[in-house]
Structures are given as structure tokens and as C-alpha cells.
């Protein structure tokens, strides 16, 4: 899925030996680095009797290195001798280790440690979602042979339940992305209801470690969601919903209700799971604002919530920021009652790490005011990604336009002549309910797209997935790739999967019905965009 883009011109070059240039402080100074010079200084010489002295990048690279460079230095180094001579690769990668030693053995304080922490944090987080996602692929094809008189026994629910018994918040995704696949892409509403049941009977430390969770109540809004989209409401199903989740209000000692008075049950009901899932639902505008204020300085001053309106507005109309925050803000609550950690997330997380680069990057006024207001009202997620996808197409060095008026409509970037309408699925909760998710999927993503307006120009979209999602496109991408095809508009997708840090995963689907194909070039530079490292801010 990630490739490595061919390299050409002097630009790309720079990128990549950019982090030769880096220097780790804690080796400023150390005994170890007379030994660092003379290894340094014997891979130089052996390099150039084997490859000579010209245009080379590996030489280019050990150049801009020095005996206190990083460990992400000596690594890459490593990377390129290996292909070159195995025995002056293992030079590198002792150095590498040594390197590695006398740093963590060097550090005094939490602050020397912690830029050490992050990029561990990082590749864990990376590996996970890469997991996740062959997961989930992996669901699709095989319960798409499978029979299902036979997913649906109790041996089955058994199993499922006791993922979510034996867990960690970590895993819940998996119980979470196993129960769709089985259950609720079935429209097996009433077993998903089942194992709703049985985790509601937890108890002791299970009932604990459920209680920080929102496993529950992600079941329950996606069966609350299957109902809504029934032809027929099931009077019974909605009833035994009702009583689920009101038992759960009471566990938690939320002790809330449905409102009445919503001549349509599901959607009531909805909004009763969701208000339990943020705890009781969203949080008074002083305290979010007190929350914002204090963990996320730079999201506070850029969406301008030093003004009482903007903060109160977002109550009232129950936006998409308030509600992540205040489901946030719940489980960190919790966790300080319970003892329970909190594994969830939310959109200021990514929101401090752009701004923080955002700085450097220049932004049109009309984009930031654009950006701002989408993040305060109803399309918070597509217009993080958007800022997002900016931030790393400028990283990668291409020119960036913000919502280029063509042909009588806007697309939302324009670089380097290269059209790209940016979307994200989260935007509207996307839940699909058919047995093969990604037509429906690909569908709703094309129906999104202005690239009809623009002619023969070339063009892209980039999709911000969630994991069942991305999967659903890898595990049919032969009828994703077909659908694209009815289409002369976009050239081709960029299916993106991930938190904006450290770097995303993603696929590339081309249309073979394109009236523009996607070039090679500009392939390669959404990828270097996407592969571009974003590291959370430190505290």
C-alpha cells in the first residue's frame, strides 16, 4: 500500500537527506562520538572506492551526517548500505545501537525521555492500524463464503462476548468491527441486541473495565441505526433497545431517559445512546471551555473561543467538536473515578498537531476563516482532513490553492495544476447496511465530487476511512476499481486510513474510465504527502 516514489530533481533529494541534518542533544558532547567519527569516516571511504565520488544519494546523505546525528539518521543509513555492501550495513547498524544505548543511558530528566517515548508510541500506533485493518479485510472475504446459519449459534455469540469480556479498550475496536461483519452488515439486529445483553450481566472487574468503554453503546447506535433504516419498525426490537440502554443510563448512574414526544423511536432512541455514550451528554459551554482552554491552547485561540457565542452556539446545536469533547472529557472523568484508562480520542487531538505546523505553511485568511467555521458547525471531520491533506501537500512541496472556483463550482485544493476534491465519511457517520459495504460506499463517495466541471484536468479524490471501511475497499477493490470506471471524473482515489499522526496508510485506486489519467508524478507526491511524519506536540 505505501510505495516509495521514484525520486527526481534536487527537491525530492532534499527531502530525503533532510534528516541527515538532525543532531540528538543528548550526544552533544558524548565519549562515544570519537568512535561515531571514525566509523562515519571509514563508510565514507569504503563507499567511495565502491561507488566513487559522483552524484550519489547515499554519499550525499553521509555527508550532512555527524557523530551526534539521531537515531532516525543512522537508521536510514543503514537502510541505503544495506543494498550497497551487507558488511559496512552492519557498521551502521552496531553504531545504530550503541547510539541508541548511550542516548537512553545519557538521559537525567522526563523531558530527555519523552521525544524518545513518542516515536515508540508512534510505531505502536501505526502497527495497530495496519492490524486493524488486515483484520478487517481479512473478515470480509472470509464471511463472505461463510454460511450464515452457522455465524449466528450461540457458540458464535459466545465467542464475541467474551472478546469483549477478556479485552482491553485497545481490542475493542476488534470486538466492535467482528460484531458489524457478523451481525449488523446482516441485519441481524436482534443477535447484536443478544450480545448487548450478556456484557450489560458483566460484573466484578469486567463490569469495571466495561464501564470505561463505549463498546455498548457503539452496538446499540448501530443497531438503533439499522432499525432507522428499516422499511418496517419493529415495535418489540425498539422496545427491548429502549430497555438495554436505560439499564446501561442506571449502571453508569447516569439515570437518563429517552425524550418523548418523537413520533419516530429510533431516532429518539438514537440520541438517548449517543447522550449515554458522552456521558450524559454535552457538557455545559463553560466547561468545555475550561477543558479546551487547558489541554488544547492552540485549538482555542484558532477557532476563536475566547468569544462566549461561538462556544455556546456549539452547545446548543449539539456540533460534531462538541460532542467528541464532551465524550472525551466523560471518559477522562471516569477514568478518575474508576480507575479505568480511557482509550478514546478526539478531533483537537489532530486539530494541536496541523496547527502546529500550520504556522509555517502560510494559509490564505479566506481558507482559515473556511476551516474554522466547517470545524465549529457540521463538517468537522472533512475539514480537519482537509487541513490536514494542505499541510502535508505543502510539506511535500507543492503550490496549494484553497477552494479553486472552476467551471462554475469549487474543489477544495488545487495544486501543481492537479484537482482534489478531500472527503471524509465521518462526516456524516456514514453506516452502511448491505452485504457489500464498499459499493455503497464508493457510490457515496463519487456522489460527492464536483471534478465533473473541470474538464480534461487531472484529478483526484482523497478519502478519510474508517478501518472497516478501508477494508471493505481493499477486500472488493476489482468491484471498487469497476465502479470508479462508470465515471470519466476522478482520474483516480486515494483511500486513506489513519490518525493524521505519525503517517497514514493508503491505497490507490486508478479509474480506468478517466478521461485524465493520474500521472506518475503527481502519484508519487500525494504519497510523499501521505508519508510524511506528524508527531504529536510534546506537553
Not at 164 to 175: I, L, Q, V
Not at 327 to 352: C, D, H, R, W
Request: proline share 6%.
Amino acid at each position: 500500500m505505501r510505495g516509495e516514489p521514484g525520486m527526481t530533481g534536487d527537491g525530492l533529494e532534499d527531502y530525503y537527506c533532510a534528516p541527515a541534518t538532525y543532531r540528538e542533544p543528548l550526544l552533544r558532547g558524548h565519549p562515544g562520538n570519537a568512535r561515531r567519527r571514525a566509523s562515519l569516516e571509514e563508510i565514507r571511504n569504503c563507499l567511495e572506492a565502491k561507488i566513487g565520488t559522483g552524484h550519489s544519494l547515499p554519499l550525499r546523505f553521509l555527508g550532512l551526517m555527524g557523530p551526534d546525528s539521531t537515531l532516525s539518521a543512522w537508521a536510514i543509513l543503514h537502510r541505503h548500505l544495506k543494498e550497497i555492501d551487507p558488511g559496512l550495513a552492519r557498521t551502521a547498524a552496531t553504531e545504530h545501537a550503541l547510539a541508541r544505548s548511550e542516548i537512553w543511558g545519557a538521559m537525567k530528566t522526563g523531558a530527555d525521555m519523552i521525544p524518545h517515548l513518542d516515536p515508540i508510541h508512534s510505531r505502536f500506533y501505526h502497527r495497530r492500524s495496519e492490524a486493524l485493518s488486515q483484520m478487517c479485510q481479512e473478515l470480509t472475504e472470509a464471511l463472505g463464503h461463510a454460511g450464515k446459519p452457522v455465524l449466528l449459534d450461540s457458540e458464535m455469540r459466545a465467542h464475541i462476548v467474551d472478546m469483549a469480556r477478556f479485552g482491553s479498550e485497545m481490542d475493542d475496536d476488534a470486538t466492535r468491527m467482528v460484531v458489524e461483519k457478523v451481525y449488523i452488515y446482516r441485519d441481524k439486529l436482534e443477535e447484536a441486541c443478544d450480545i448487548c445483553e450478556e456484557i450489560l450481566g458483566f460484573r466484578s472487574f469486567d463490569f469495571h473495565r466495561m464501564a470505561g468503554s463505549t463498546l455498548f453503546e457503539d452496538i446499540m447506535l448501530e443497531v438503533l441505526t439499522g432499525l432507522h433504516n428499516r422499511d418496517e419498525q419493529d415495535a418489540d426490537l425498539v422496545s427491548r433497545c429502549q430497555s438495554l440502554l436505560e439499564r446501561r443510563s442506571d449502571m453508569l448512574g447516569l439515570g437518563i431517559r429517552p425524550k418523548h414526544g418523537d413520533n419516530n423511536a429510533p431516532r429518539a432512541l438514537l440520541e438517548f445512546a449517543f447522550n449515554i455514550s458522552t456521558r450524559a451528554g454535552i457538557l455545559p459551554a463553560e466547561e468545555l471551555n475550561r477543558h479546551i482552554l487547558e489541554h488544547y491552547p492552540k485549538s482555542h485561540r484558532f477557532l476563536g473561543l475566547d468569544r462566549a457565542s461561538n462556544l455556546q452556539k456549539m452547545v446548543t446545536k449539539k456540533s460534531p467538536l462538541a460532542s467528541t469533547l464532551s465524550v472525551f472529557a466523560g471518559g477522562q472523568e471516569l477514568t478518575a473515578t474508576i480507575k479505568v484508562p480511557y482509550a478514546g480520542g478526539n478531533a483537537l487531538m489532530p486539530l494541536e498537531i496541523i496547527l502546529g505546523e500550520l504556522d509555517m505553511a502560510d494559509a490564505s485568511p479566506s481558507a482559515l476563516k473556511k476551516w474554522r467555521a466547517g470545524i465549529l458547525a457540521e463538517q468537522l471531520w472533512e475539514n480537519l482532513f482537509e487541513m490536514e491533506m494542505y499541510l502535508r501537500l505543502r510539506k511535500s512541496g507543492a503550490s496549494v490553492t484553497v477552494d479553486r472556483r472552476v467551471g462554475g463550482k469549487v474543489v477544495d485544493l488545487e495544486f501543481n495544476g492537479v484537482y482534489a476534491e478531500i472527503y471524509s465519511p465521518l462526516a456524516k457517520q456514514f453506516v452502511s447496511l448491505v452485504d457489500d459495504p464498499s459499493l455503497d460506499f464508493i457510490g457515496d463517495v463519487l456522489a460527492k465530487s464536483q471534478l465533473g466541471s473541470v474538464g480534461k484536468s487531472e484529478t483526484i479524490m482523497i478519502v478519510d476511512c474508517p478501518p472497516t471501511m478501508f477494508a471493505d475497499v481493499l477486500g472488493h477493490e476489482h468491484r471498487a476499481t469497476s465502479l470508479l470506471g462508470q465515471s470519466c471524473q476522478p482520474g483516480g482515489v486515494f483511500f486513506v486510513l489513519g490518525m493524521c499522526y505519525p503517517q497514514r496508510l493508503y491505497k490507490f485506486l486508478p479509474n480506468p474510465g478517466a478521461i485524465t489519467p493520474v500521472s506518475d508524478v503527481t502519484i508519487g507526491l500525494v504519497s510523499r504527502a501521505l508519508d510524511v511524519d506528524l508527531q504529536p506536540p510534546r506537553p
